[in-house]
């Protein structure tokens, strides 16, 4: 099927982090140990859930969900980035950029819902502990997983559809190391206001809507957590959600910026910058943020190896 109007550009070319070729053997080291460090790490997590039956919870089902979708968020982009590296061409077919595009935004709005579900768990398990075990079904775990994933991949049509029009007849170099949507419009002859206005509003609504569920999630924990008497109390109830938070910040932080935005002529080098952080930075320091500050992954942790 042909795609949109595009005038004899049925390949890109992406830019990737241009300089000496030094720079580019340092960058391929870079993201192939976070590569495979990320995919080692979630596997690792999954596995021990797996497991281990004291981890066969509503959380750790959740953090399953969340380490899978970290492993396709960084294949999704990281291994063309390494081949670009390599291979300094960087060349990337039509189709590839589209299943690209559409494959990295959707699994990024699935982790703001997933990271949402989350928080409204903890929410659960810290502020109404005597009514979690019968609100929080496998059941309704179930469907809050689910409903995240078909609504991070819902999201990004719209989007998509509107690029699927436009006609590309400019430069083929996207100023990226992967088929980001900004970098890509700014190619295309056509009127791109209403791609622009479209990727900012479904941004926006999903950046809004799961930041809500997970402030107001976490302002009834903090509301609780300072009532519980002893310092023992309040320490062992923020350790159940000091790791999840500390994702939601790095999370939320790197991808505002990213995606809170009017205008896609600008600053595309340093939305690159940031870019790194959360497809490839991130996705690392998951596995080891829940696993040196989660006790029960820890002590899972420590009986596998003790295993061997």
Known sequence: MA???SQNLSTFILLGFPGPRGLQTWLFLFFLVAYVLTVAGNLAIISLVGAHRR????MYFFLCNLSFLEIWFTTACVPKALATFASHSGAISLAGCTAQMYFVF???CTEYFLLA???????????????????MTPGLSARLALGSWLCGFSAITVPAALIARLSFCRSHVINHFFCDIAPWIVL????????????????FCVILGSCFVTLLSYAYIVATIIRIPSARGRHRAFSTCSSHLIVVLIWYGSTIFLHVRTSVESSLDLTKAVTVLNTVVTPVLNPFIYTLRNKDVREALQRS????
């Open 3 to 5: 795609w949109g109007r």
């Open 55 to 58: 981890l066969q919870t509503p």
């Open 106 to 108: 959707s699994l990024g």
């Open 117 to 135: 579900a989350m928080a409204y768990d903890r929410y659960l398990a810290i502020c109404l502990p005597l009514r979690y075990g019968s609100t």
């Open 188 to 203: 295309s002859c056509s009127d791109t206001r209403g791609v622009e206005l479209a990727a900012f509003g479904i941004a």
């Open 305 to 308: 190896v003790q295993r061997k």
